[in-house]
C-alpha cells in the first residue's frame, strides 16, 4: 500500500516533532518535510510529492491562509488540514475560503488527527465540531433570503447531479467551500438537503 506523503507546518519545533513521531510510528503515513511558516511550506510542498500539508494557522511571515491561497495560484494538488488552536469565524472562514480541505483543533485525539489526515487525503472535508458550529450558525446569523451568483452557479450543478466533487472541480474551488455554500443554500430556501434545495428551487424558478 503507498504512504501518504505528509508535510508538518507550524512554528513550533517541539509541536512539530511530536506529530512526526505520531505519523512517523505508522507505515500508513511518510512525512516527508517539515516547515516553520508558509513560505517555506509552499517551497517544500513544490520540492516534494506531498499528499496531505497539516497546516497551522498563523505563524511568523506568511500563515497558513497566505500559503494555501499561493498553493492553489501555483496549481498544488495537495489537500491542506489545518490544524489550530484558533476556531473564531475570523480564522475559519478565510481558511475555509482560501481552499482548505479540513479544519482540526490541536486538543484533537490522536485516532481523530489520524482519521482526519486520511479523509483529507481521500478529498473528504473534516470539520471539528466547533467548527462546524461556527459555520452553521454564521449561515444563520447572516443569510438573506436571495440566493449568491456563486450559491445559484452551485445550486445548478447539483440540479445536475453533481457531486461535491465534481462541483469543486468545475468551480475551482475545495469541497470544503461547497459543503459551506451548500448549508447556505439550505438555510436561505428552508431545506435540509439537496433534493429538497433542488425542488424548491425549481418551485421558485430559480433553476428555471
Do not use: C, W
Amino acid at each position: 500500500m503507498t504512504s501518504i506523503r505528509l508535510l508538518i507546518v507550524d512554528d513550533h519545533p517541539i509541536l512539530r516533532d511530536g506529530l512526526r513521531g505520531l505519523f512517523s510510528g505508522d507505515d500508513e503515513f511518510d512525512v516527508v518535510g517539515e516547515a516553520g511558516d508558509g513560505a517555506e511550506a509552499v517551497r517544500l510542498a513544490q520540492q516534494h510529492d506531498v499528499d496531505v500539508i497539516l497546516m497551522d494557522l498563523r505563524m511568523p511571515g506568511m500563515g497558513g491562509v497566505e500559503a494555501i491561497a499561493r498553493l492553489r495560484e501555483l496549481g498544488h494538488p495537495a489537500r491542506v488540514l489545518i490544524l489550530t488552536t484558533y476556531d473564531t469565524d475570523r480564522d475559519v472562514l478565510p481558511a475555509i475560503d482560501a481552499g482548505a480541505t479540513g479544519y482540526l483543533l490541536k486538543d484533537a485525539p490522536r485516532d481523530e488527527l489520524l482519521r482526519a489526515v486520511r479523509a483529507a487525503h481521500a478529498g473528504q472535508s473534516v470539520l471539528a465540531p466547533s467548527v462546524a458550529s461556527t459555520l452553521i450558525g454564521l449561515v444563520g446569523a447572516n443569510a438573506p433570503d436571495a440566493l449568491s451568483p456563486r450559491e445559484l452557479e452551485v445550486l445548478r450543478l447539483v440540479a445536475e447531479g453533481a457531486t461535491n466533487q465534481v462541483a469543486a472541480r468545475r468551480l475551482l474551488i475545495s469541497e470544503t467551500t461547497i459543503k459551506t455554500h451548500l448549508l447556505h443554500i439550505y438555510t436561505k430556501l428552508g431545506v435540509r438537503d439537496r433534493a429538497a434545495a433542488v425542488a424548491v428551487a425549481y418551485q421558485r424558478g430559480l433553476l428555471g
